[in-house]
């Protein structure tokens, strides 16, 4: 960055002050459209920022916030309900176990009404009701309301921006006003909103007791995790019938064929990066279509017949791994590929390797294919992680042919080609089978059907591991296997960890008070769609807090830290906290025993009694109500900890001073177990 641009970007942070932990990703315009013949319609656009969302009014019961928008005002007579404008994201949520219905980067809400006196001007109050996620956090609900004023000749004269006079109901409350863009700044001592005073001021979570060094930003997609993907891939692949023939005939080609041993190892090296390329040119499509139809991977990801066709795919490369059957390219492609390997030089090699990835296709194509359904499955910047997997699946053909073409001698250290390498085949057709059911069980659960529970799905995975153990110690055969295969050591060792998988799996059938089976969280059909889902109270057993000064006097009692739990009914990353990361056996004692939990739920709906109800300006013509208990520990979250994001922990000592740095969104487990044992052990060794 230059040196002005850095200028521009500290003088603005000087003069807005603005802090980076409270977030504001979605900004409103408020218009006013006439129809004509005294109809008109309040308009309010949203435009997000990228990543973040926000819920349709159509969103399931049980699942996100659903949002609202409601029209009122003087001289107002509404026409019909409210409608929705924008293109609509549906996927399912494997944390709420149902689908989950939103709008990325924009949407509009529009209410049509007519003045009852069309002779009359008419005051318009907007007031929108929603909640913003990205794929870490939420945000705390948030009602805003916006005001304009319609004159009956059709021209809209616009009232003063954040000017709103209360209504009826909220004459008797005063107003605070917070702008979150600048820190809490609220009237916090003639707020009705409780009498202890929301602002604490021993809070100061810019300078805690302590600090672990534990991050909490945003975290960017996980490339690197698929490009280690197509890594393993492109190294099973390798050992295939397909494929590891060709190493030492293409290698000795390269080194043995050429009068020059130089030349011969350059040449080598140049296939290899040939292969390298050409798999890398296999994701650009997939980019074209993305550019083309920006959501279209979203919508494979939750269509319930592709899914199911993804299913049926599967199956087929599981037969063709089994041996029943081969999947190639048409013959014409490899021989016009290989053809032009005549051609010589730098373009024959790449007609080589081109020649290569296509005779291959019937052991690389399945592998492939898993990689392409788990990306597109799996998340939505579905080109960059096939771009990456295909990457690292190339890479690993282009290092091994590259460090076999410097170090020819370690060609006679490789096996010989034999039948443990359909052994890999097969074993490569039961790993197929069981990512197949992945997909019919997202079907499953996306049309709602519910039929293939979790106990089910279990079932049938120790039905497949099982079978492959039995194939591993030799009890079962397929067309390409001896008729007395030889069972050597490394089939045995295989073959009691597939019986070490299938015991583990067991784990799953029995039914007990914390999730298990973590290790397969993301493939597994949620806890709820089971045949032993039982609904009890509390979070895993525990009772917490839902009041911040009920919790300081618990904690005062009984000498412990106090965990804030800033969490969300319709959060969707608090409840895969709680499934995934709380339940931990070395984490769930330290909330049990260690902590006063107080989870602040921010989109509790009970209203509040109306001598504490109030308004926030926020200013650009927004005023927030507060009228609710989750108005209330949304507003006490931003004022204190300058932060609105969900989920997000803070620990405090009773009397209100911060321990360590708080931390927010969904995280691994060794980073909240980070989190916790650094301010219980500071505070048990300090109190």
């Known amino acids: 960055m230059k040196f002005k641009s850095w200028f521009l970007l500290v003088l603005l942070f000087l003069v807005t002050g603005i802090n980076a932990q409270i977030k504001n990703p979605v900004k409103f315009k408020f218009t006013i459209n006439e129809l004509g013949d005294n109809q008109y319609e309040a308009v309010l656009n949203a435009t997000m920022e990228s990543g973040w969302h926000i819920y349709s009014k159509d969103i399931p019961e049980d699942t996100g916030i659903p949002t609202e928008y409601k029209v009122s005002g003087k001289n107002i007579e509404l026409i019909g309900k409210f409608t929705e404008v924008g293109k609509k994201h549906e996927e399912f949520s494997e944390a709420f176990g149902g689908n989950i219905v939103y709008y990325s980067n924009s949407a509009g809400f529009k209410q049509k009404f007519r003045l009852k006196d069309g002779t009359k001007p008419g005051d318009v109050v907007a007031e929108i009701t929603y909640q913003t996620c990205d794929d870490r956090v939420c945000l705390a609900p948030n009602t805003l309301e916006f005001n304009k004023q319609v004159t009956p000749k059709g021209s809209v004269e616009e009232t003063e921006p954040a000017t709103a006079e209360p209504s009826k109901d909220s004459a008797k409350t005063e107003t605070a006003i917070v702008n979150p863009a600048k820190g ?104 074209i279509i993305d550019g083309i139809a920006g959501n279209i991977f979203n919508e494979i990801s939750t269509s319930v017949w592709l899914n199911i066709a993804f299913f049926i795919i599967f199956i087929f490369f599981a037969g063709s791994f089994f041996g029943y059957y081969d999947i190639t390219l048409p013959s014409a492609i490899a021989n016009k590929s290989s053809k032009a390997e005549e051609a010589g030089g730098i373009v024959g090699i790449f007609f080589m390797a081109l020649t290569l990835v296509i005779v291959s296709f019937s052991c690389t194509g399945p592998i492939l294919g898993s990689l392409l359904g788990s990306a597109v499955t799996g998340s939505a910047n579905v080109p960059m992680l096939l771009t990456f997997a295909l990457a690292g699946f190339g890479l690993a053909w282009a290092i091994i042919f590259g460090l076999l073409a410097l170090f020819p001698q370690a060609l006679q250290s490789l096996p010989k080609s034999g039948g443990w390498m359909n052994t890999v085949k097969v074993v490569l057709g039961f790993v197929e089978l069981a990512l197949a059911l992945k997909f019919l069980s997202k079907a499953d659960l996306v049309s709602k059907t519910f039929l293939l529970k979790r106990e089910l799905f279990i079932v049938i995975w120790i039905l497949v591991a099982l079978g492959l153990a039995l194939y591993l110690f030799g009890l079962i055969r397929f067309p390409h296997d001896d008729k007395k295969p030889k069972i050597s ?174 931390v927010s969104g969904y995280m691994p487990k060794e980073d909240f177990k980070k989190f916790l044992e650094c301010g219980v052990n500071y505070y048990k060794n300090n109190k």
């Open 489 to 662: 050591i490394t089939r045995k060792i295989l073959g009691v960890l597939g019986l070490g998988f299938v015991i583990y799996l067991v784990q799953g059938l029995i039914p007990s008070e914390r999730p298990k089976l973590q290790l397969l969280s993301g493939i597994l059909p949620p806890l709820n769609v089971s045949y032993l889902h039982d609904e009890k109270d509390g979070i895993l057993g525990m009772h917490p807090e839902h009041d911040f000064f009920n919790a300081v006097e618990l904690a005062k009692k009984e000498g412990k830290p106090i965990l804030i739990d800033f969490t969300g009914y319709g959060c969707e990353n608090c409840r895969k906290m709680e499934e995934f990361v709380w339940s931990e056996g070395d984490i769930l004692p330290i909330l049990q025993n260690d902590v006063v939990l107080a989870s602040l739920y921010v989109d509790d709906k009970e209203e509040l009694p109306e001598d504490q109800k109030t308004k926030i300006d926020l200013g650009d013509g927004q005023v927030k109500k507060v009228k609710t208990i989750g108005d209330r520990w949304s507003l006490f979250q931003q004022v204190n900890f300058n932060n609105n994001s969900q989920p997000h922990y803070v620990l405090l000592t009773p009397d209100g001073k911060v321990i360590n740095t708080p």
């Open 184 to 287: 809490p700044v609220a009237n916090t001592e003639t707020s009705k909103l409780d009498p202890k005073q929301l602002k604490i001021e021993s809070i100061n979570f810019e300078k805690p007791l302590t600090d672990c060094g534990v991050a909490s930003e945003k975290v960017a997609e996980n490339y690197w995790t698929y490009l280690l993907l197509g890594f393993i891939g492109g190294l099973i692949a390798l050992l295939t019938p397909c494929v590891f023939p060709m190493i030492p005939l293409t290698v000795s080609f390269f080194t043995k064929g050429s009068l020059n041993k130089a030349k011969g190892k350059r040449d080598a090296f140049i296939y290899g990066f040939f292969i390298f390329l050409i798999f890398v040119l296999l994701s650009v499509p997939f980019h």
